[in-house]
């Protein structure tokens, strides 16, 4: 199966993926050539079911808005899971690391010019 005919059969696929998710997720259907969907989170973790899939759908995890910055912390998008929860559960550590080492890149950063300051300073 690849993406949906009608739009009725993508909603009905949301909502789905909703029931799976809980209340506070956000369905968003469209058509883009064929009919797609997105299940969100505060706008921020969205739930989008693969292209393609043999017997059971499969899904995929967005993290953040649009953006350049946001796209170093992004998942890898051909990582798909049976399971909704288990993919947004999967995406959201690994969301967690690359973060953490960004964080820890930035503060060597800052370090570095910190001492150099000081070594200008005391110069």
């Known amino acids: 199966m690849s993406y949906f005919m009608t739009k009725k059969e993508a909603t009905i696929h949301a909502e789905r993926v909703k029931e799976m998710l809980g209340d506070e997720w956000e369905i968003k259907v469209w058509n883009n050539q064929e009919w797609c969907f997105k299940v969100s989170l505060d706008n921020n973790i969205h739930v989008r079911p693969a292209t393609t899939w ?42 967690e690391e690359k973060l953490n080492a960004f964080i820890e890149e930035q503060r060597a950063i800052v370090q570095s010019g910190i001492s150099y300051l000081i070594r200008k300073k005391l110069k």
């Open 54 to 95: 043999e017997d059971k759908p499969k899904y995929f995890v967005m993290i953040g808005k649009c953006s350049a910055q946001l796209a170093i912390f992004s998942t890898d998008q051909t990582n798909y899971n049976e399971d909704p929860v288990e993919a947004v559960r999967e995406a959201v550590e690994a969301y």
